[in-house]
């Protein structure tokens, strides 16, 4: 009985360590992690079913109430049994994977054994299954009640009573009676310590498994979050020389050959050289196109595991949010200049002396335009401060702007500026960002066709068009003025320059991309400044 005890914990010593070996396989983490996925049950199934199955045919073959040791079964004679650590197989499938998970292996594991033969193949094709759903019940049960108790103790618990019943079972239903009592007698208390045994070894494999996840997981967070760190400040640098910076940061923290940054299908940024292995890390923000990807190379293939993979899922997710956020500040800061910038184009000195001395000469002898002219102003004003506030507005909104705005202008001009708007009223309530379409105009005026002999004219386009079969909405300035170049290179052209500096980036912010101003300008010619949104 000893020497049969020996030789069953040596074969569930080779099937522990054939269990370790395969542990270390990036495919066989997923059924260590088995969490009821679909994908994974099959595998899970699968696996185990094999385990019980190699289990069976690594046994002894027990007849005439001894046993012969032997590398491997093929059959088993009539008057002959198996000495086996079958059992380990299935309980192990069923304390992880549930009743289901349990019964199918116990199943596949049964019939197995019953094609064999021996006058107890009845009984050994019935255990497993009983086995099986006896484990899937204790995977819950056997927790709630003893919650001090450690796994691998309930492992033992549940192996010994699965091993008891299915000598219960030989017991009962094998004839013989007096052969099943000697093979029971024999077998019984060596198979089931050795199995129980078994079954715990596993637990402490899988425990000791789980806790390598979690100190590498633990250590992956840590790195990922010591990145995001010292990438933080570098997002508020120029975009490129961000993207330059951080990819010299990921190349050395991750021990990459290379860090390579692309956008648009276009490389951006390089450091280091390219290998056949590679992990990709995107950056994106919601409702926008995708802001680019980092490419990270490595010498050789990473291990796959879900740790890392969750690191690489998280180190990208916080990029993305470090953009974001930086990102929107500068669009709140970039709206706000522009608000500012607005307000002090139009209502400096001048413009309010000139618009309240318009009013003045207009009270007595044109007071129905007088009064048109401080509702213009009192629209203007109202819509300037609450676009302000606001990141979007609608195509409506903006062109009820510019239209206050034109008004005022207007009443000074007379006749020497006429004003054309085309407009698909279908896409007034489409989105844009605020203060876009009225610098242009503002633009226009200032340094077009204010220093233009004869009437200047300023056309306003808004049209839908398709760009590879998908809708775009197309929006158009254009002036009949001097032209950009012939302007000159005074303040006012200065500030013009940084008008459009800022609804560029609010502009390449919002659509993704990087000029979003399309500007063609002829001197004496005028100038057409055209971008698109979607």
Request: glycine share 8%.
């Amino acid at each position: 009985m000893l020497q049969l005890f020996v030789d069953m914990m040596e074969r569930v010593g080779f099937l522990i360590a054939l269990a370790f070996a395969f542990s270390r396989s990036r495919w066989m983490r997923s059924y260590m992690s088995y969490q009821g996925d679909r994908t994974y049950q099959w595998r899970f199934l699968f696996f185990f079913s094999a385990y019980a199955i190699l289990a069976t045919y690594s046994g002894v073959t027990v007849s005439d109430y001894t046993y012969r040791p032997a590398p491997w079964i093929g059959e088993v004679a009539p008057t002959a049994a198996i000495a086996n650590a079958r059992t380990v197989g299935v309980v192990i499938a069923g304390l992880l994977g549930g009743v289901k998970s349990g019964f199918i292996v116990g199943v596949l594991a049964g019939v197995h054994r019953y094609s064999l033969g021996g006058f107890v193949a009845v009984a050994c094709m019935i255990a497993p299954i009983l086995q099986g759903i006896l484990a899937g019940l204790c995977r819950n049960a056997f927790k709630k009640r003893f919650r001090q108790v450690s796994s691998v103790q309930l492992a033992f618990v549940v192996g010994f009573m699965a091993e008891s019943l299915q000598m219960i079972l030989i017991l009962a239903l094998a004839k013989p009676w007096n052969d099943a009592l000697e093979l029971v007698s024999l077998i019984g208390l060596p198979q089931t310590l050795a199995n129980s045994i078994g079954v715990a070894l596993y637990f402490v494999l899988y425990n000791t498994m789980e806790r390598e996840e979690a100190r590498i997981g633990d250590e992956h967070a840590r790195k990922a979050l010591q990145i995001a760190d010292m990438t933080m400040p570098l997002w508020r640098l120029e975009f490129d020389k961000a993207v330059a910076e951080i990819g010299k940061v990921l190349n050395e923290e991750m021990r990459a050959a290379g860090a390579f940054f692309s956008k648009d299908g276009e490389a951006w940024v390089a450091e280091g050289r390219k290998t056949q292995h590679w992990n990709d890390l995107l950056i994106r923000v919601p409702n926008r196109p995708l802001v680019g990807q980092f490419r990270l190379y490595f010498e050789r293939e990473q291990d796959d595991n879900p740790s890392r993979r969750r690191m690489l899922s998280s180190l990208a997710e916080l990029l993305s949010q470090q953009y974001a956020f930086v990102e929107s500040e500068r669009q709140t800061q970039l709206l706000a200049d522009a608000e500012i910038r607005s307000l002090q184009a139009q209502m400096n000195p001048h413009f309010l002396f000139n618009v309240l001395n318009t009013v003045k000469s207009f009270i007595r002898t044109k007071p129905e335009e007088a009064r048109q002219m401080v509702m213009h102003l009192s629209r203007f004003l109202r819509k300037n401060m609450s676009h302000g506030n606001q990141s979007l507005i609608t195509i409506r909104d903006e062109y009820e702007l510019v239209m206050s705005y034109l008004s005022l202008i207007k009443s000074r001009l007379g006749d020497q500026m006429e004003f054309y708007a085309e407009i698909d009223e279908k896409l007034l309530d489409h989105s844009i960002p605020p203060f876009t379409i009225q610098p242009l105009i503002e633009n226009a005026i200032v340094h077009g066709i204010k220093n233009k002999p004869g009437i200047g004219i300023i056309r306003l386009t808004v049209q839908e068009e398709r760009n590879n079969g998908k809708p775009r909405t197309r929006i158009t300035v254009e002036d009949n003025g001097i032209g950009l170049e012939a302007a000159g290179l005074g303040s006012q052209m200065e500030h013009a320059g940084m008008a459009l500096r800022n609804i560029e980036q609010r502009l390449n912010y919002h659509y993704g991309k990087e000029h979003p101003l399309e500007i063609v300008s002829k001197p004496g010619e005028g100038t057409m400044i055209t971008f698109w949104v979607r």
